[in-house]
């Protein structure tokens, strides 16, 4: 059964610390890609990874911070000096042109 | 930015109408998609047309494209129920086909 799954579903925050949102694809996709929905509102590209080992920024990286050490997986961290966390994580990977997405992972920070 | 925007930000109708919305964009791209969302979940692909291409069918599913307005339009024939959904174009970087923007998206309400 291939696609994208993310862990956990829901997470709750306390303020300053940090947490990490799981992403595993079995695509064997190169490319993986992390965004933040705000209610109401469209993606916003935090991260992306092209290739294992690499990475780059997207527009909104700030307080964010990844690692791509196998093919498989992406995971993303929310660090303390994320200021407005609380949103939805939506982690995607591709093949050239069509995005597959997981089925996202809300974070309130309490 | 490269983000695409969506027109109309909210579309009600009744089922068996017509649905369509439109998305601009401001740079030149290679692709652009059609993505829906339902509330609170990922999102799913639903039609790719290439910057050289007018328009594209897929069931249901009209998509237009035109590039020297920087534009697209998704027509959804004879709704349903089930299509209410959020719906967003994606663009991608002329000089980087691995990074997309998205718009901010269609909330499309399909009354029974």
């Not at chain 1, 490319?31 to 935090?46: S, V």
């Not at chain 2, 490269?2 to 109309?8: F, I, L, N, S, V």
């Not at chain 2, 909210?10 to 601009?24: F, K, R, V």
Request: glycine letters at 8%; aromatic letters at 10%; charged letters at 20%.
């Amino acid at each position: 059964d291939g696609g994208i799954t993310q862990s956990p579903k829901y997470l709750f925050r306390k303020e300053g610390q940090n947490v990490t949102l799981s992403c595993e694809q079995n695509l064997n996709h190169d490319a993986m890609y992390w965004y933040r929905q705000d209610p109401g509102q469209g993606l916003r590209l935090i991260y992306y990874s092209q290739i294992v080992n690499d990475f780059q920024k997207g527009d909104i990286a700030e307080g964010y911070s990844v690692s791509r050490e196998k093919k498989e997986s992406f995971p993303l961290t929310v660090t303390s000096a994320q200021k407005n966390p609380t949103a939805f994580y939506l982690c995607a990977s591709s093949a050239r042109h069509e995005q597959f997405f997981g089925p996202g992972t809300r974070l309130t920070v309490l | 930015s490269q983000q695409g925007e969506e027109d109309p930000q909210a579309l009600s109708i009744q089922e068996g109408e017509n649905a369509t919305m439109n998305c601009s964009y401001k740079t030149s791209i290679n692709n652009l998609q059609w993505y829906r969302q339902n509330s609170g979940r990922g999102l799913v692909h639903l039609i790719l047309i290439r910057s050289n291409e007018r328009e594209k069918h897929s069931g249901r599913l009209r998509v237009t494209l035109d590039t020297s307005k920087k534009s697209s339009s998704l027509l959804i024939t004879a709704s349903r129920a089930a299509d209410t959904a959020s719906y967003f174009c994606a663009t991608d970087a002329k000089d980087n086909f691995n990074k997309f923007y998205f718009g901010s998206g269609t909330k499309l309400n399909v009354k029974p």
